[in-house]
């Protein structure tokens, strides 16, 4: 009986056993179930956010009777070099930097000085010409405390040569709430919390800003400072009321208009000023800042109101099920593009496809391809690649070129414009750094003339990125505007949709449009389905920059766009290559069968008639050191970095080099005697090879200029060598005598100006001197 019953409970225990593992094999079929249908159902649609409203025209500011015939002192700094003087705090300010990135991104030239309590103020005057049209100090306090002798000495030079200060007021826990600036008739009443910002449309830096809106709500902060001055030489520009009932002693009510930005006019002191009562935090504080540069150089240092843009769209037809186009999407796309028409002059979106993905969506997603193709002529289109694929894989430039004869195919077969000259490529691969063979295969298959990248010279910061002209197509710089492939839903929008409306509201994207005169964005198919941000990001960003700017925005096809960017900044036309492998980005979009080692680890540089060709032959004898292989027209100087073999690029230039056995011990080199005196070499010869050693010949300029003496007899005749010998001897700066070392000081300050500014040593009597 006891044996039956153990029988019984170990069959029910098997049971349970099993019944357990069933449970467990269920709910996890369960899942796997439900997950499929939750990441492949489509997502509910909420509705498309809608773009911002037109502007309100609204809230305009009443102008005191006085403030139409304040008369304004006519800008001249006619005298001065285009360059701006920035005094900061320290070189890691905050303040600092925005200054500096705004001055950057303008392409403005400019000098950073920390800002002297006491001591010595730069040199402002370079014989009877000003070195600088404008000041800038991150402090007005800085300037204001100036000693007595370095504060005559600057307002004595602002006065001579018609030259403006820009200075900014950063209230903290320690600033009086109530006090007047040292030395001029101006009150400063500080952190407060301020509301209602308007601009005064009377200013006369009034530029860029249209004096139309008011940012309603409350500023943020409560740090921020108001100017009170009964002196005509005071105009405000920006004006706020505070935010709660906190009034301002001896001034109207809090519902009054306090001035947070005044400009000086000069009839103080005949220097003219823009003051800010916070920093460049407030976007519209970027916005006059810009003006103000430009009022107080006479629009020396200010860009034009036209501004280019262009939209493209990459990846039509390339994406996953439940991202791309539907009919209804292309409908939105064809009426956005209508409405701003009626705002930018000729905008068309331009679209970039690869024709290998047409047709692999959906059912809905294919007859958004086709709506597509139906509206061609309404769109402008370019070649992006076949199948997507990274250009700089492919080594073999006919295999390359034969995909793009298949994209090229697939565009004539449904009616795709061809002509336009313009194509991008996936991920930017092979643009910059430049893969040759996707240049060559551009210009064989599609005719190419511009492309556009985000790569050159660096992804970031976007305010260097800059255009250049390699073997005949043009590279514009391309920017983005906060959207990707995975930026699709706005409410999923990275930190929040407040994020995406900030960039559109005189944010990143704004700056971008105000900071250049010629934008490309780059967006994606993705984009303009589901919530259509696309759509929602560049209709509000135009109705944006129209109610509060007077900038002209405009669109032309890609070639003139080049030709346009080139004219404006014609001293880009020239690359400047980089070393590939010190951006990792530049790395992975580099073709894996190049190598920087074959790149040389020293170059000697001349000059000429000092022995270089025979350290050449000593040093090759080394078996650890090898030079380049010979060129066919120059022998065994490659002349790459001092005349147009640079354009050949460095894959042109590495060709002469072999691939070192190793790579820590090998040593290359090469030598051109022609570097040492040709100005464009350090600064190539820098951005190429940044660690290389710079090696130099120097010997005495007698026995220089008789070498020169022993190689001109064959090239003249003798009626012409007459004049020479010791009379071109006596003619040199020493004139027969012994050279000392004042006349070697030549060498040294050319080296040290153009090729290493820290070379002490000056070498003499034909020894080697080493310049890094």
């Known amino acids: 009986m006891i044996q039956l019953w153990k029988v019984v409970r170990h069959v029910r225990q098997l049971e349970l056993h099993r019944l357990i593992?069933?449970?467990?094999?269920?709910?996890?079929?369960?899942?796997?179930?439900?997950?499929?249908?939750?990441?492949?159902?489509?997502?509910?649609?909420?509705?498309?956010?809608?773009?911002?409203?037109?502007?309100?025209?609204?809230?305009?500011?009443?102008?005191?009777?006085?403030?139409?015939?304040?008369?304004?002192?006519?800008?001249?700094?006619?005298?001065?070099?285009?360059?701006?003087?920035?005094?900061?705090?320290?070189?890691?300010?905050?303040?600092?930097?925005?200054?500096?990135?705004?001055?950057?991104?303008?392409?403005?030239?400019?000098?950073t000085e920390i800002a002297p309590g006491k001591g010595d103020m730069p040199t402002l005057t370079d014989k009877d010409r000003g070195r600088y049209a404008l000041i800038i100090y991150e402090n007005i306090l800085k300037y204001v405390n100036l000693d007595a002798w370095n504060r005559e000495l600057l307002d004595k030079y602002c006065v001579e040569y018609g030259v403006g200060i820009i200075g900014f007021f950063k209230a903290n826990e320690n600033s009086l709430l109530s006090a007047q600036l040292k030395g001029f008739p101006l009150f400063l009443h500080s952190n407060l919390g301020l509301r209602d910002y308007h601009i005064n449309p009377s200013a006369p830096l009034l530029y860029v800003t249209r004096a139309n809106e008011v940012e309603q709500g409350p500023l943020p902060g409560d740090d921020w400072t108001v100017f009170q001055s009964n002196h005509s030489t005071y105009e405000p520009v920006l004006l706020a009321s505070t935010k709660s009932s906190e009034s301002i002693p001896h001034l109207a009510t809090h519902k009054a208009l306090h001035a947070t930005v005044v400009q000086?006019?000069?009839?103080?002191?005949?220097?003219?000023?823009?003051?800010?009562?916070?920093?460049?935090?407030?976007?519209?504080?970027?916005?006059?800042?810009?003006?103000?540069?430009?009022?107080?150089?006479?629009?020396?240092?200010?860009?034009?109101?036209?501004?280019?843009?262009?939209?493209?769209?990459?990846?039509?037809?390339?994406?996953?099920?439940?991202?791309?186009?539907?009919?209804?999407?292309?409908?939105?796309?064809?009426?956005?593009?209508?409405?701003?028409?009626?705002?930018?002059?000729?905008?068309?979106?331009?679209?970039?496809?690869?024709?290998?993905?047409?047709?692999?969506?959906?059912?809905?997603?294919?007859?958004?391809?086709?709506?597509?193709?139906?509206?061609?002529?309404?769109?402008?289109?370019?070649?992006?690649?076949?199948?997507?694929?990274?250009?700089?894989?492919f080594h073999n430039v006919t295999v390359l070129a034969e995909q793009m004869k298949l994209n090229k195919q697939f565009a004539v077969e449904h009616g795709i414009p061809t002509d336009l000259g313009y194509a991008v490529a996936p991920h930017h691969s092979g643009v910059y750094p430049v893969h040759t063979q996707l240049y060559e295969a551009w210009k064989s298959v599609w005719s190419i003339q511009v492309t556009s990248t985000e790569e050159y010279p660096h992804l970031r910061p976007a305010r260097y990125r800059r255009g250049f002209i390699h073997n005949g197509i043009m590279v514009l710089?391309?920017?983005?505007?906060?959207?990707?492939?995975?930026?699709?839903?706005?409410?999923?929008?990275?930190?929040?949709?407040?994020?995406?409306?900030?960039?559109?509201?005189?944010?990143?994207?704004?700056?971008?449009?105000?900071?250049?005169?010629?934008?490309?964005?780059?967006?994606?198919?993705?984009?303009?389905?589901?919530?259509?941000?696309?759509?929602?990001?560049?209709?509000?960003?135009?109705?944006?920059?129209?109610?509060?700017?007077?900038?002209?925005?405009?669109?032309?096809?890609?070639?003139?766009?080049?030709?346009?960017?080139?004219?404006?900044?014609p001293q880009e036309k020239n690359p400047l290559w980089q070393n590939p492998c010190d951006d990792k980005r530049h790395k992975d979009i580099w073709s894996k069968e190049k190598t920087c080692d074959r790149l040389p680890k020293f170059l000697i540089v001349g000059p000429q008639k000092t022995g270089t060709t025979a350290v050449h032959f000593f040093l090759t004898m080394h078996p650890a050191v090898t030079s380049n292989f010979p060129s066919p027209s120059t022998f065994e100087e490659i002349q790459f970095f001092n005349g147009p073999n640079y354009h050949k690029g460095i894959d042109w230039y590495m060709e002469f080099f072999p691939i070192p056995s190793n790579a820590s011990t090998d040593f290359m080199f090469e030598k051109s005697a022609n570097y040492f005196d040709t100005e464009v070499v350090p600064k190539?010869?820098?951005?190429?090879?940044?660690?290389?050693?710079?090696?130099?010949?120097?010997?005495?300029?007698?026995d220089r200029a008789y070498s020169w003496y022993q190689v001109s007899p064959p090239r003249c005749s003798a009626g012409e060598m007459g004049g020479l010998g010791q009379n071109a001897m006596d003619a040199l700066p020493w004139g027969g005598r012994e050279m000392t070392q004042s006349d070697t000081e030549w060498g040294q300050s050319h080296i040290q100006r153009h090729w290493w500014a820290g070379v002490r040593e000056m070498c003499k009597g034909g020894i080697l001197c080493p310049c890094s």
């Open 684 to 702: 190539r010869g820098a951005a190429l090879l940044p660690r290389a050693k710079i090696i130099t010949v120097l010997i005495n300029p007698a």
């Open 477 to 569: 710089p391309r920017q983005t505007c906060g959207l990707f492939t995975h930026t699709i839903f706005y409410n999923e929008y990275p930190g929040g949709s407040k994020e995406l409306d900030k960039s559109i509201r005189g944010g990143e994207l704004f700056l971008t449009v105000l900071l250049n005169p010629i934008s490309i964005f780059m967006t994606h198919l993705s984009n303009y389905g589901n919530d259509r941000l696309g759509l929602y990001t560049f209709e509000s960003l135009v109705k944006f920059v129209q109610c509060w700017t007077n900038l002209r925005l405009q669109t032309l096809p890609p070639v003139q766009l080049a030709k346009k960017y080139f004219e404006i900044f």
């Open 264 to 393: 000086d006019l000069g009839l103080h002191d005949g220097i003219q000023r823009v003051l800010f009562g916070n920093n460049l935090n407030f976007w519209l504080h970027k916005l006059i800042f810009v003006d103000a540069i430009a009022y107080l150089t006479g629009k020396r240092l200010c860009l034009t109101l036209d501004r280019y843009i262009l939209v493209d769209i990459d990846d039509i037809f390339v994406g996953k099920e439940g991202t791309r186009m539907k009919v209804s999407d292309v409908e939105a796309l064809l009426s956005t593009q209508n409405k701003l028409r009626t705002l930018v002059p000729n905008f068309t979106f331009n679209l970039g496809f690869s024709g290998k993905f047409y047709h692999t969506g959906t059912d809905e997603e294919d007859e958004g391809d086709d709506m597509l193709l139906k509206h061609r002529k309404e769109f402008w289109w370019f070649p992006h690649m076949w199948s997507h694929m990274q250009p700089h894989l």
């Open 21 to 111: 593992l069933l449970l467990i094999a269920f709910s996890l079929i369960s899942m796997c179930i439900l997950a499929y249908y939750v990441t492949n159902s489509p997502k509910i649609k909420e509705p498309p956010p809608l773009p911002f409203s037109d502007c309100s025209n609204q809230h305009r500011i009443l102008i005191p009777p006085q403030a139409s015939w304040r008369l304004t002192k006519s800008v001249d700094t006619s005298r001065t070099d285009p360059v701006v003087l920035v005094f900061v705090e320290s070189i890691y300010s905050q303040l600092g930097q925005e200054i500096v990135a705004i001055l950057e991104s303008s392409r403005f030239k400019y000098r």
